[in-house]
């Protein structure tokens, strides 16, 4: 109860406060507006019409009291009063019916707003569905562009959106399903990427290992170049020509000319494909794998390089060409992707794919040089060698292993060489009639002089060794890196070839009984002599810098000089077989009974042999060698005569055989005037003493050892008095026997 007086005097108050605020009659019905408002809120309509009836009693009593007092005024009040209350009544029903009509109109309104919020909830629905399918179109999209763009072959550009999508796009919509079945398949989708940009990459290594060859030859073409431009160089600067191909004044005398191997007009090798394989590879963190990948492909693919065998039988066969311009290809793709791709292959790596293929070449070369049975076709495999090992170095590898196999290459090159011109040799002695070489007209002149230190009285096999030490030393053209190799297996053959071959098969011929052939023999043996002084300096003069110095002594040298002798004992058997077989058809009468008046017929053809030998088959012999025979000869001669009377076939020997005898001495001694040689004459003194002896009148002066000495001091103690026992002496016999112990 007290709490709804107390609204209502509160209600009561409010009525009083709007009403007498009115500035007009009319405005209080503004003023009334909330009041009636929270009245009609709060359900209070009663007690404002309550408010608004005491009000009005209050008003009519204070109008009746002020009328009292003035009653005009009252009247005119009552009626304003009246007319006001009226008034209230019509504003009383308005408000009511306002009342109703806000009611109605509250109810309709809260009707409406409950609609549009429901209608906003379910646009909100609608466009928070409508972003979410946007979003899930959105990735959808991306997911098929990836495929798209692998399709493409737009390897690196599909990893980038496959990224976008993982990490942006699919955040978005983590809260849906689509996401996760997406998700699930980014793993298998950048398999796919790898699979393909692998795929991509296989293409491109295939291709590559196709170029290889090619690409090896546009290389060996580049170095081919270097070289002439290097030797043209040469030519222009001397000084330039000790400086070889690679080494560092070459490189820098040539870094103006610029030559990409891998990107000219005959061949380009684009890396793009690697670049993107590795990129991508790296994007997924799996560059390790990929690393692993690409060198194992490359391992399959240095195997499938690799023939079985090659031939070197055929000179036109070029199998040993493409096999290493294919490894030199190989080899500088592998040192270009070192270079370009840091990383992914290392050094190790590549040298020891490199040391394969070089140990696998030169397995394949040693299985197929037996088939080369000519030096000059070595000598071309070996030129093929040094412009792969010089193309090679080049790029920086090393060539340890191929330097090592040009060394047993050039073992079987000088064995090739040794045995072509000890085979040419042999040739030229089974041919050679050993007979002084005729020059019948200035051209056949020119021709021999103009052969290397070779003179027109010179054996014809010194023709060929010239161009044996120069067929040597074409092996270090180009390249060769152990050129006191060649000096010392150069010294070693030509000193075996011409002992072994050279020599010998001179000895060999000294059995023939053709004095000309011994003697062309002889003249060959001197001169092979003085060759091979002129080859010891030839060697000095051609060796490397390598080479310690000093003389270089063949062996050969003294082989022919001690042969010489040989020879020359040779030449004194068959002139003193001859002279034999002249004295031994000597027919003296020891005990003729007269005279003879010329010499005898074996002397006359013993000087006429002696004369013609050294006219004709001796006439090329040096004159110390044609003076050294006509000594022997002329002493073998003068011992075999004296051993035609000392022969115990003859018994006695008068005046006349005396005679003879002395007569053929004589011419023999009129000979050897002839010769122009004193010394000659002395190989005569103990024949010519002997027949003095003979033909003294008084032999007893033998016996005389100062008057034998001073007369007869070349006469054989034992031969003088055994003559003159057979000679038949016009002095008393026991005379002369009974000197004979002065003998």
């Known amino acids: 109860m007290p709490a709804f007086l107390d609204a209502r005097t509160e209600l009561d108050y409010g009525v009083q406060q709007k009403i007498v605020a009115s500035a007009s009659e009319t405005d209080y019905l503004d003023l009334l507006i909330p009041v009636l408002k929270d009245a009609s809120k709060e359900g209070r309509n009663h007690l404002l019409l309550q408010s608004l009836a005491q009000f009005s009693e209050h ?55 409950k609609a549009l919020v429901k209608s906003r909830g379910v646009r909100q629905n609608i466009d928070e569905t409508n972003a979410a399918l946007n ?90 170049q270097r070289r002439t431009r290097q030797k043209d160089r040469a030519e222009g600067f001397e000084y330039l020509g000790g400086f ?31 670049f993107e394989c590795l990129h991508i590879h790296h994007a997924l963190a799996q560059h390790e794998k990929f690393g692993a990948e690409y060198a194992a492909t490359r391992r399959q693919q240095k195997d499938l390089l690799m023939p079985s065998l090659i031939s070197l039988r055929d000179p036109e066969d070029s199998s040993l060409s493409e096999l290493l311009e294919g490894i030199a290809g190989f080899a500088i793709v592998e040192k270009a992707t070192m270079n370009k791709v840091p990383g992914l292959r290392s050094v190790a790596d590549v040298d020891e794919l490199w040391d394969s293929m070089c140990q696998t070449a030169v397995a394949l070369i ?7 049975n000519n030096a000059e076709m070595l000598l071309k495999i070996k030129g093929v060698l040094a412009l792969f090992i010089q193309t090679m170095e080049s790029w920086g590898y090393q060539v340890r292993i191929l330097d090592k196999f040009l060394l047993t290459l ?73 050129p006191k190799i060649i000096d010392e297996t150069l010294k070693v053959s030509l000193d075996e070839l011409l002992s072994e071959n050279v020599c010998r098969s001179l000895v060999e011929r000294l059995s023939t009984q053709y004095l000309g052939q011994i003697v062309q023999i002889l003249i060959n043996l001197e001169h092979f002599e003085v060759a091979c002084h002129e080859l010891e300096q030839l060697l000095a003069a051609a060796r490397s810098s390598s080479s310690i110095g000093g003389n270089i002594i063949l062996n050969a040298t003294e082989a022919f000089r001690s042969h010489k002798k040989t020879a020359e004992k040779r030449i004194f058997e068959l002139v003193n077989s001859k002279i034999d077989d002249l004295i031994e058809t000597a027919e003296y009468d020891w005990t003729a009974h007269s005279l003879v008046k010329e010499p005898s017929n074996y002397m006359q053809t013993l000087t006429q042999y002696l004369e013609n030998i050294m006219t004709t088959v001796l006439l090329g012999l040096p004159t110390e060698i044609k003076e050294l025979i006509y000594f022997d000869a002329l002493s073998h001669a003068a011992t075999m005569i004296l051993s035609l009377p000392l022969s115990p076939e003859v018994k006695k020997i ?24 004193p010394i000659l004459k002395e190989n005569l003194d103990e024949l010519q003493q002997t027949v003095t002896l003979m033909q003294s009148d008084s032999s007893d002066e033998y016996y005389d050892i100062t008057t034998r000495n001073k007369k007869y001091g070349r006469v054989d103690a034992m031969n003088g008095p055994l003559l003159l026992e057979k000679y038949l002496n016009p002095l008393p016999y026991h005379f002369a026997t009974s000197h004979s112990h002065f003998a």
Not at 252 to 272: A, K, M
Not at 431 to 450: A, H, W
Not at 473 to 480: I, Q, S
Request: charged share 25%; aromatic share 10%; hydrophobic share 40%.
């Open 410 to 482: 050039f073992g079987k090159y000088a064995e090739l060489l040794q045995r072509r011109f000890s085979e040419d040799f042999h040739e030229i002695v089974s041919t050679d009639d050993y007979m002084p070489m005729p020059i019948n007209n200035i051209d056949e002149y020119d021709k021999v002089v103009n052969v290397s230190w070779y003179t027109p009285d010179k054996p014809r096999g010194e023709l060929r060794f010239p161009n044996f030490l120069n067929q040597f030393y074409f092996f270090a053209d180009d390249h060769f890196q152990q």
């Open 366 to 372: 040693s299985q197929a040089l037996h088939e080369v």
């Open 654 to 677: 008068n005046l006349n055989g005396v005679a003879a005898l002395a007569k053929d001495v004589q011419y023999l001694s009129d000979f050897v005037d002839t010769l122009g040689n």
């Open 135 to 224: 979003d899930c179109l959105e990735v959808l999209r991306l997911a098929n562009q990836v495929h798209d763009l692998l399709a493409k072959k737009s390897h690196y550009a599909a990893l980038r959106a496959l990224d976008e999508l993982q990490n942006v796009h699919l955040r978005e919509i983590t809260q849906y399903k689509i996401a996760e079945m997406i998700q699930r398949s980014v793993p298998a989708t950048k398999r796919l990427i790898a699979e393909a940009v692998m795929s991509d990459l296989n293409t491109w290594l295939f291709r590559i290992r196709e170029t290889s060859q090619f690409l090896g030859e546009v290389a060996f073409y580049a170095t081919e």
């Open 244 to 274: 070889k191909l690679n080494s560092a004044i070459e490189l820098v005398s040539d870094e103006n000319v610029e030559f990409d191997i891998l990107d000219n007009e005959d061949v380009q090798v684009d890396f793009t494909p690697l």
């Open 59 to 113: 008003r009519e009593v204070e109008i009746e009291r002020i009328c009292s007092t003035n009653h005009t005024e009252f009247a005119s009040s009552v009626n304003q009063l009246l007319t006001l209350q009226e008034t209230t009544v019509t504003l009383t029903s308005d408000i009511l019916n306002l009342n109703h009509s806000m009611q109605a109109s509250t109810g309709k309104l809260a009707e409406q707003k």
